[in-house]
């Protein structure tokens, strides 16, 4: 990462002097300049543009990034993430997965055992995360969008509860994610009684959407956030929730 040439810390060198002990040489670690972007860009890396969101002062997901949660909000919900993503350290590895995403690496498995994919979403099977565990066990924080998925699958729900059983056995947090005007319950296609358990222990959190992020910049920066978050998703994916209504 550059540092930052106008530094008021490090003048310009990403550098500064950690605990001056003489006669001790000097010790130098990296300036705040250098680690804030390092943060900024791991932010991004788990989803594209999300340091684009809007900043809010305070979320009620704050700290809560080592819990089980079961959050249901609108777009809003990616300023509230961005709020506590951008307060880890760089190293922090944030994933933020789709209920479509889920079932597209569970298929993957089917279609390298050579099985017939019955599936509306079949153009999708990549071989980026062969199975549910290599998607959903490696990150600290694991986000679950649901609504994305649209096809139906006879498998949907089986999917998303065996990716929440596993994220549970390994007593790693996930927060899954809904929508006030689709919520998971029992008119989802994602719902089932295994789900509900798996649920069970999931705080669950609704955003206010009367509150509106305190949005940084002209209303024309805001626009290309929108658009910006809705590449994010999968640009060209044709069973995104927005585009199906
Ligand atoms: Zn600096």
Redesign the pocket.
């Known amino acids: 990462m550059t540092?930052?040439p106008d530094?008021?810390?490090?003048?310009?060198?990403?550098?500064?002097e950690s605990d001056p002990n003489p006669p001790h040489p000097p010790r130098f670690s990296r300036?705040?300049?250098?680690l804030r972007k390092e943060v900024l860009a791991n932010v991004n890396r788990a989803y594209p543009g999300l340091v684009d969101a809007p900043v809010v002062r305070e979320s009620p997901l704050a700290g809560k990034h080592t819990n089980n949660l079961w959050v249901t909000g609108g777009n809003a919900f990616l300023a509230h993430l961005r709020h506590v993503a951008v307060r880890q350290p760089a190293t922090w590895f944030l994933r933020v997965t789709s209920d479509a995403e889920l079932v597209t690496s569970w298929l993957s498995s089917i279609a390298l055992k050579g099985g017939e994919i019955l599936d509306g979403d079949a153009y999708m099977v990549s071989t980026q995360f062969i199975t549910i565990p290599d998607l959903v066990v490696p990150p600290d924080l694991l986000v679950i969008r649901m609504g994305v998925k649209v096809a139906r699958n006879e498998a949907s729900s089986e999917v998303l509860a065996e990716a929440l059983n596993e994220r549970l056995h390994l007593n790693r947090p996930t927060w899954v994610w809904d929508t006030p005007d689709h919520p998971l319950n029992s008119g989802h296609l994602f719902w089932s009684k295994e789900v509900q358990r798996s649920l069970r222990s999931f705080e669950e959190i609704k955003l206010d959407s009367t509150i509106v992020p305190r949005t940084v910049g002209s209303a024309k920066k805001s626009t290309v956030t929108k658009r910006r978050q809705q590449d994010a998703l999968g640009g060209s994916r044709k069973s995104l929730r927005g585009s199906s209504k």
Do not use: A, I, R, W
């Not at 300036?31 to 250098?34: A, D, E, G, R």
């Open positions: 540092p930052d530094c008021p810390e490090c003048g310009g060198t990403g550098m500064v300036c705040v300049c250098v």
